[in-house]
């Protein structure tokens, strides 16, 4: 009878054990989810790296460079579906702008090394070519497989070839919006067959 353990104690220490055994279970799932969490938390955010790593590396694979960009809005407009200015940079210092509005439509205006200026127009199979502040002109016809004088600038595929190839050559092709006007010569200059005229190169 000594080692009885009087019926209150028996009932106190029973919540006291139930107690700690809740808080405990409490605790542990609270550091369960918390860990749950913390390992979602990261594994999004390495997902998250993981994509944008991917992307960036699919992006350079698949963009195409400002040359072959400015090469399809050229293309473009030979096919006459837009008016497009291309600015140039040749690798002997000669810097044109050329304005294309179809394969057999194009005006190039530009400046050699030296700082002379002059001008290209194609329209159809009539070519003409003029230096700013001459009264005198070129003009003459040719068809398209025809070999152009050796100093007659023009715009074309080899202009991309040579950005592609030779240092200090650049294009930079865009549409843009330009009148008509640009493909018709200048009434004040008087255009003469091409013979001996010397055109600045």
């Known amino acids: 009878m000594k080692y009885q353990t009087k019926p209150g104690l028996v009932k106190g220490w029973a919540v006291v054990v139930i ?28 997902t998250e790296i993981a994509t944008n790593t991917d992307t960036a ?25 837009a008016k497009v200015r291309c600015d140039y940079t040749g690798a ?39 230096v700013e502040g001459e009264t005198n002109g070129f003009r003459f016809t040719a068809s398209a497989d025809q070999d152009l004088p050796e100093n007659y600038q023009t ?3 080899d202009s991309f070839e040579a950005a592609d190839e030779q240092a200090g050559v650049s294009v ?8 008509d006007d640009l493909f018709t010569p200048p009434n004040d200059v008087n255009f003469q067959g091409f013979g001996d005229f010397q055109i600045p190169s």
């Open 19 to 46: 107690v700690v055994a809740i808080i405990s279970i409490g605790g542990g799932v609270y550091l369960l989810t918390q860990s749950d969490d913390e390992a979602g938390t990261q594994t999004a955010e390495q």
């Open 172 to 179: 930079d092709c865009r549409e843009d919006s330009f009148s």
């Open 155 to 157: 715009f074309s595929d």
């Open 92 to 130: 002997d210092g000669y810097k044109g702008t050329a304005y294309v509005d179809s394969a057999t439509r194009t005006r190039v205006d530009g400046t050699a090394a030296e700082g002379e200026q002059a001008s290209f127009i194609r329209n159809g199979d009539t070519y003409y070519g003029w």
């Open 57 to 81: 590396d699919q992006s350079d694979i698949d963009q195409p460079s400002e040359l072959e960009q400015s090469f399809a809005v050229y293309q473009n407009a030979l096919e006459a579906n």
